[in-house]
C-alpha cells in the first residue's frame, strides 16, 4: 500500500519534463534520511511489526535514492544513469513487495502461535515452528540485500547508480552520489544488526516465559509464504529472467530508447547473468562443504551419555532469563548513534548488599512523529478548530502538550549542545573530526564558487561568449 | 582469458587456499619475537585444522539447524568471495563489473550466519559477542565503501581486479595522498573485520572481552575447523586487496607476480604482529571512533579524488 506514493511519484516524472537537478538531489538526500532514520528506528523497536513498519520506510528510502539518481540522469542527459535509477527503483520495489510480505506473514504467524510481538519476551521458535523459521530467515536475508537472494540484486543495481553518479556528474551531485553510496552501505549494516537482533532474539536460543506454548503453522498459511520464499529465490538467482522486464518500466517513466536499459547495465555493472553463475558457485560450495561435513562427523561420531546444555562459561545454572536480549543487543548501535536518536533509558540499578527490585526501561521517540507530524497534526486541529469556533484562539482549551515532548531535546538542539560539549571537554578526536568537517564545508564553499564549477557554469559561458 | 590462463589458475587456486594459516603463523611468529619466545611450529595452525577435522562434535541442546549451518555458509560465501578477489595476479577467475559491491556482501553474509549462531547457543556471553560484532561491522562498512569510491573514481571501474590493477598505479601517481589515505582506512577495516588488536584480541582468555573467539565458543569439530579457515582466509582476502591497494604495478609475469605476492603478504602479517605486541586494545566504546577515523580518513581521500577527477 505505501508504494502507491512511489507509483504516484514515477507517474507524475512521467508526465513532466526532465526536473532540474536540484530537485533529484533532493529526492535523493529525502532517501538518505528516510534510509537511515528508518533503519535506526526499526533497530530501537520492541514490536515485531513496529519494527518491520520502520523497515518499509528505509526500504523507501533506497527506492528514493534510485529514483533521485534516475532524476539525475534525466537532468544532466546521462542515459545510463537514467537507466540504473530508475531500473533499480522498480526493481527494488518488487522485491520489497516480495520479501516485506513474507515478512509480515511470517511475523503474523509468530503472533498467531504465541500470542505477542514483543520480541523480547519470545524466543526459541525456530524449534518449535521450524518452517516459519526458514521463511523469516529467508526473507530476512534478503532484506539485508545480501546474495543470492533478490534483495541483493535491487541494491546491485541503485549501488551501480550511484557508483556511476560519483565518477559521471559534475562535483556537487557526484558528492551526493558518493554520500548516497555511503549510506546504502550503513543501512545495509545496520538493517543486518536489525535482522539479526529480530532472528537471533525470537527464534533462536531458548524459549523465554509468558508466551503461549507455540503451535506448528497451519499448512494453508506456509503455502502462501512458500509462493513468497520461491519468487525471492528466483529473482536473486536468476535476475536475467527478471531485470531485462524492468527496462520497460523504465521506458515508460523516462524517454528513453528500448535497448537503452540493457546497454547500460553491462556498461556500468554487467549483465545480470553474472550473478546466477555466482549464485551457482556459491549453492555448490556449501553443497560441498555439507557434504564434507557430514562424512567427517559420521567417522568421528560422539556418543554422549545425555544431551549437553550450552557452555555457560562455567556457570551452570543459566534460566532462559539470562539470555542476551533484543533491547541489550541494539543498544550498542543505539548509544553510538544517540546524537541523532536521543533513545529515553530509565535505569533503577540495584545499589546496596540487600537491594530492592531493580527496573531498566528503554524507549526512543521517533523524530518524524515527534518533532514534525505531531506538531503539523496540531496545528492542522487548531486550524480546523478556530475554523469551527471562529476564534483565534480555537477555544475550547487546546490540549497540552505532553509532558514527555517538553523533558526531551529535539534533535537538533541535542546535536548542537553535544556538539558544544564536546569541544569543551577537549577530546582529540572530535578535534579531528571537526577538522574534517571544516574541510569538507571548505570543499564545499571551493566548489560552489570556483569558477567552472557547476553552479557557475552557464554564466561564465555567457560571459565569454559576450561581446568585449 | 584463454585456456593457458584457465589451466594456470587451478595451481593458483591450491596456492590460494593453502596460504592462509601460514599468515596466521607469521603473525604468531611475530609476536612472539617480541616476547622473547620460539612461538609455536610454522606449520602449527594446520596441525590444529587437521586435528579439528579429525575431532567428533558436540551441540547442546538448545541449538537449531542455523548454529549447523553457521559455520558452513560462513566458509562457503568467504570462498565465493575468493573467486572475485585479486590475490597472486592481476585478475581473477570470476570478476565482473560491480563485484566490488558483492564480495562486502558476501562477507557480510558470512558475518550474519556466524552471528545468528551464536545467538542460537542462548549463552548471554555469545549474544555478547554477537552485539558487539554487528556494532563495529556495520560500523566498518561505510569506511569500506567510500574507499571502494575512492578506487573506482580512480580507476573508472567497479571490477576489483581492474580497480586495484594497471590504472591504479597511474592513480598513485596522479593523487598519492588520497592513495595513502584510502590504504590506511583499508588496514583499519582489515584489523577490525579480522578481530585483530586494537580491535579485538584473538588471544585473550576472559570471555567477557572477547568478540570473535566468544561468539564461537560452543563450536566444536570440523565445525570449529570450517570457522577457523574461514577467520584465515578472510584474513588473506582482505589483506591482499590491502596489498594490492597499496602497491599496484602493472601485469607482470605470474612467476614473477606470484612470489612478490607472498613475500608482501608476508610482511602485511609480520606488520599486524607489531601491531599487536605494541598496542593494547582499545576499550569497546573507543572502537567506534576508531572506525569513524577510518571513514574520515576514506572521506579525505575521497574529496582529494574528486578535486582531480572532476577538475
Not at chain 1, 409 to 429: D, E, K, M, Q
Not at chain 2, 69 to 95: Q, R
Amino acid at each position: 500500500m505505501i508504494k502507491t506514493g512511489i507509483y504516484g511519484l514515477l507517474r507524475v516524472l512521467s508526465w513532466l519534463p526532465p526536473l532540474p537537478r536540484t530537485c533529484a538531489l533532493v529526492m535523493v538526500a529525502f532517501g538518505v534520511v528516510s534510509g537511515v532514520l528508518g533503519v535506526l528506528y526499526a533497530l530501537a523497536q520492541h514490536d515485531l511489526k513496529r519494527l518491520l513498519a520502520y523497515h518499509s520506510v528505509e526500504n523507501i528510502g533506497i527506492i528514493g535514492m534510485g529514483i533521485g539518481m534516475g532524476m539525475l540522469g534525466g537532468a544532466l542527459g546521462k542515459p545510463a544513469l537514467v537507466a540504473l535509477g530508475y531500473g533499480g527503483a522498480l526493481l527494488h520495489v518488487l522485491n520489497h513487495a516480495l520479501f516485506k510480505g513474507l515478512l509480515f506473514l511470517s511475523a503474523g504467524a509468530v503472533i498467531q502461535a504465541t500470542g505477542t510481538g514483543e520480541i523480547d519476551r519470545l524466543g526459541g521458535l525456530a524449534r518449535k515452528t521450524p518452517v516459519n523459521a526458514a521463511f523469516f530467515l529467508l526473507a530476512a536475508i534478503s532484506i539485508c540485500g545480501l546474495p543470492p537472494l533478490n534483495g541483493f540484486v535491487g541494491e546491485w543495481i541503485v549501488y551501480g547508480a550511484l557508483f556511476e553518479g560519483t565518477r559521471s556528474v559534475p562535483r556537487l551531485s557526484a558528492g551526493v552520489s558518493a554520500l548516497g553510496v555511503v549510506s546504502l552501505a550503513l543501512m545495509g549494516g545496520l538493517a543486518l544488526a536489525c535482522f539479526v537482533k529480530v532472528f537471533g532474539v525470537v527464534f533462536l536460543g531458548k524459549e523465554r516465559t509468558g508466551t503461549r506454548v507455540a503451535r506448528a503453522t497451519p499448512g494453508a498459511m506456509r503455502a502462501g509464504m512458500g509462493v513468497l520464499a520461491v519468487l525471492c529465490v528466483a529473482i536473486g538467482v536468476l535476475p536475467g529472467l527478471i531485470v531485462p522486464l524492468t527496462g520497460a518500466g523504465v521506458q515508460v517513466i523516462a524517454d528513453l530508447g528500448p535497448m537503452e536499459f540493457e546497454r547500460a547495465l553491462p556498461s556500468v555493472l554487467a549483465p545480470a547473468g553474472r550473478l546466477s553463475l555466482l549464485a551457482m558457485v556459491f549453492f555448490g560450495l556449501i553443497a560441498t562443504l555439507a557434504v564434507v561435513r557430514r562424512g567427517l562427523i559420521q567417522k568421528n561420531a560422539v556418543a554422549l551419555p545425555s544431551p549437553v546444555a550450552t557452555w555457560g562459561c562455567g556457570y551452570a545454572a543459566a534460566t532462559p532469563r539470562m539470555q542476551y536480549t533484543a533491547s541489550s543487543f541494539a543498544w550498542s548501535l543505539l548509544s553510538s548513534f544517540r546524537a541523532l536518536l536521543c533513545p529515553e533509558r530509565r535505569l533503577h540499578a540495584p545499589a546496596a548488599v540487600f537491594s530492592e527490585a531493580a527496573h531498566l526501561e528503554s524507549h526512543t521517540v521517533d523524530m518524524a512523529e515527534q518533532d514534525l507530524f505531531a506538531p503539523l497534526f496540531r496545528a492542522a486541529s487548531r486550524v480546523s478548530r478556530m475554523i469551527q469556533t471562529l476564534s483565534w484562539t480555537g477555544e475550547p482549551a487546546m490540549e497540552r502538550r505532553s509532558a514527555r515532548a517538553s523533558e526531551r531535546l529535539r534533535p537538533f538542539v541535542a546535536v548542537v549542545v553535544g556538539a558544544t560539549a564536546a569541544v569543551r571537554r577537549g577530546s582529540i578526536h572530535v578535534y579531528v573530526a571537526f577538522i574534517a568537517f571544516t574541510l569538507l564545508v571548505v570543499f564545499a564553499i571551493e566548489v560552489w564558487v570556483a569558477p567552472g564549477a557547476e553552479g557557475h557554469s552557464a554564466p561564465i559561458s555567457v560571459m565569454q561568449g559576450a561581446p568585449q | 582469458m584463454t585456456v593457458l590462463r584457465a589451466i594456470g589458475a587451478v595451481p593458483e587456486a591450491v596456492a590460494v587456499l593453502a596460504l592462509p594459516p601460514m599468515l596466521l603463523s607469521i603473525i604468531a611468529k611475530t609476536k612472539a619475537w617480541f616476547g622473547g619466545r620460539d612461538g609455536p611450529p610454522w606449520l602449527q595452525p594446520y596441525y590444529d585444522l587437521m586435528k579439528l577435522l579429525r575431532k567428533g562434535v558436540v551441540y547442546s541442546r538448545t541449538t537449531t539447524w542455523v548454529f549447523r549451518a553457521g559455520p558452513i555458509v560462513n566458509l562457503a560465501a568467504l570462498l565465493c568471495a575468493a573467486t572475485l578477489i585479486p590475490v597472486f595476479s592481476d585478475d581473477t577467475l570470476l570478476g565482473f563489473g560491480g563485484d566490488v559491491i558483492l564480495i562486502a556482501y558476501l562477507l557480510a553474509l558470512g558475518r550474519m550466519l556466524t552471528v545468528l549462531a551464536a545467538m542460537d547457543t542462548g549463552s548471554s556471553f555469545e549474544g555478547m559477542g554477537a552485539s558487539r560484532e554487528v556494532t563495529f561491522g556495520t560500523m566498518s562498512e561505510p569506511a569500506l565503501f567510500l574507499s571502494f569510491v575512492v578506487l573506482a573514481l580512480a580507476t573508472k571501474s567497479l571490477s576489483l581486479a581492474e580497480m586495484l590493477g594497471a590504472p591504479l598505479q597511474a592513480a598513485w601517481g596522479d593523487v598519492a595522498p588520497a592513495m595513502l589515505l584510502v590504504v590506511a582506512a583499508l588496514l583499519i577495516v582489515l584489523l577490525t573485520e579480522t578481530c585483530r588488536v586494537p580491535v579485538d584480541d584473538p588471544a585473550t582468555h576472559l570471555e567477557l572481552t572477547m568478540i570473535h573467539e566468544v561468539m564461537v565458543l560452543d563450536h566444536s569439530g570440523p565445525d570449529f575447523a570450517y570457522i577457523t579457515y574461514a577467520a584465515a582466509l578472510k584474513f588473506l582476502l582482505l589483506g591482499s586487496i590491502l596489498v594490492h591497494a597499496a602497491l599496484p604495478h602493472a601485469s607482470w609475469a605470474l612467476w614473477i607476480d606470484a612470489p612478490l605476492r607472498v613475500v608482501e603478504l608476508a610482511v602485511l602479517a609480520m606488520l599486524v604482529g607489531v601491531i599487536e605486541s605494541s598496542l593494547a586494545r582499545l576499550r569497546l566504546q573507543r572502537v567506534s571512533l576508531l572506525l569513524a577515523g577510518a571513514f574520515v580518513l576514506s572521506g579525505l581521500a575521497a574529496v582529494l579524488t574528486f578535486y582531480r577527477t572532476h577538475a
